[in-house]
């Protein structure tokens, strides 16, 4: 009974200080896993806040969290969206202005074919006009390898740019989805009707580029429930 005992009582302090150690690591691993996220994303938001000539669209862009944080405009819980597909609005959503154009920028995630895609995509208003801007994808790990992680490549994000608004009225999909062939001539055309061409340079990754168009059309509906759009 005693060595019962006593075992019991060994394996216990191991658990106590093997729970302290990860305690320990995670507390101080956490804030530099945290900072890398956020540089990750700032850096996104750089490269999102340009136009179709590679200029910014606004001349302070910010440089570090306290800078970034005069521009949130919508804040709260840690997915402020979520539809019936799993695509999720991630809180904070920013907004800038700039020469009669407000500038609206969401992170946003969309289910791929390991998990989650998160990306970070800039919105253009002006007027009673929103347009598809940019997007930087930054979250894409699980996806496979010469297939679906083909989407941060600039080749295939950039197909993504600059959807009008009666593209985003449509709602996007990739042309296999919409039942089109790759049509290099066309393919401008294509995204004033939601349509963006990506099978010709993912050939057999379908499910991943599907899931960062369903990702933009969340983002979409958000804007629509805000009043943007």
């Known amino acids: 009974m005693k060595e019962y005992l006593k075992t019991g009582l060994i394996l216990m302090l191991y658990m106590i200080i093997a729970a302290f150690l990860v305690a320990f690591v995670y507390n101080t691993v956490s804030p530099f896993i945290d900072e890398a996220e956020f540089n990750a994303k700032l850096k996104a938001i750089k490269y ?3 136009d179709e000539s590679n200029n910014s669209l606004v001349e302070n862009i910010p440089q570090n969290s306290e800078e970034l944080q005069k521009y949130i405009w919508k804040d709260g819980e840690e997915t402020l969206y979520k539809n019936s597909a799993n695509s999720k609005i ?4 920013y907004k800038f202005r700039s020469e009669e154009k407000d500038i609206y920028i969401l992170t946003v995630t969309g289910i791929g074919f390991g998990g989650d895609v998160t990306s970070v995509v800039s919105f ?3 007027d009673n ?3 598809l ?3 930087e994808v930054i979250n894409y790990s699980q996806e496979t390898p010469g297939l679906g992680a083909k989407i941060s490549e ?3 994000k950039e197909r993504f740019f600059y959807i009008p608004q009666s593209g985003l009225e449509n709602e996007i ?3 296999k989805d919409a039942g089109k062939d790759s049509d290099e001539k066309n393919r401008n055309e294509y995204k004033k009707q939601g349509i963006v061409q990506t099978s010709d340079v993912m050939t057999g990754a379908t499910i991943t580029p599907r899931g960062v168009a369903n990702s933009l ?3 979409i509906e958000y804007l629509q429930k805000e009043g943007v759009m």
Not at 90 to 93: C, D, E, G
């Open 154 to 156: 600039e080749q295939i």
């Open 129 to 131: 006009d929103l347009k």
């Open 133 to 135: 801007n940019r997007i």
């Open 124 to 126: 253009i208003k002006t």
């Open 48 to 50: 999102i806040l340009k």
């Open 90 to 93: 991630l809180s904070p959503v």
């Open 217 to 219: 059309n969340i983002a």
């Open 173 to 175: 999909k990739v042309n």
